[in-house]
């Protein structure tokens, strides 16, 4: 007959940091401590904040390459200096030539016609900041964070919308607000539409796997005749 052993809360903790001991005296070098403390879908949900962080700063390249009239509005700045920006704060975007404005606030700035900013800036600032925020702002997860499975889900929405609105939206002189896709009336670039298709997946797919690992379902945001930001829920 087996007999079954139960093990304590303290038990427990001494055998975790048993495991961990052994770890570091055999030379794991492959998996980290810190792994311990995450579950599956917090591995995954790293892998996602990454790839749409790399997806954003190429976004922010080909853009100003796209639209270097931007980059000038602001003598003495490159590429390179404001890709320095969006990763100097880990946490919320925020910046005193936007009026402290982000996510779908700063992403509004680039229809503004009256704006007289970098919209490149803008554009990149709202869009890396909703993206930070549908993951509650954490660079990386850990077993005690929960994922918002609909704030996931409207922001791949607002991404669309995004889209659809670098496409239709024009100034006063019937230009686009920004060259993307399109020039001269003309689409002639295509990789633009495949970044932000890869932002969009990225973020519907970890909404689904956010739903799947709560158990909850997904209450998908409907956006109005694709021209409305939606803001996250919280």
């Known amino acids: 007959m087996i007999e079954r052993v139960v093990l304590t809360p303290v038990s427990m903790l ?3 940091v048993f495991l961990l001991a052994c770890a570091v005296l055999t030379g794991c070098a492959d998996y980290e401590i810190k792994n311990v403390a995450k579950s599956d879908v917090d591995l995954v949900a ?3 904040i990454d790839e749409t962080r790399r997806l954003v700063r190429e976004l922010t390249i080909k853009l100003y390459k796209r639209n270097p009239a931007e980059l000038r509005k602001n003598p003495g700045f490159t590429i390179e200096s404001r890709l320095v920006q969006l990763t100097s704060n880990p946490r919320e ?3 005193a030539e936007l009026g402290n404005r982000e996510g779908i606030d700063a992403l509004e700035l680039v229809f503004d016609e009256g704006y007289r900013g970098d919209r490149v800036f803008a554009l990149v600032v709202g869009l890396g900041g909703m993206l930070r925020q549908a993951y509650g702002y954490n660079r990386e997860m850990f077993i005690y964070d929960r994922l918002n499975p609909e704030a996931l889900w409207t922001s791949a929405g607002n991404v669309e919308t995004l889209v659809w609105r670098l496409k239709n939206n024009r100034n006063r002189g019937g230009e686009p607000f920004l060259i993307s896709s399109e020039y001269q009336g ?3 670039n295509l990789s633009f539409e495949r970044l932000f298709g ?3 997946v990225l973020q519907e797919m ?3 796997i956010a739903g799947d690992a709560d158990d909850r379902a997904v209450t998908k945001a409907i956006h109005t005749a694709s021209s409305v930001f939606i803001p996250l829920p919280i």
Do not use: S
Request: charged share 40%.
């Open 198 to 200: 890869k932002i969009i």
């Open 93 to 95: 975007l925020r910046f």
């Open 46 to 48: 790293d892998e996602f």
């Open 206 to 208: 970890m909404a689904r």
């Open 186 to 188: 003309v689409i002639d």
């Open 14 to 16: 001494r055998c975790i």
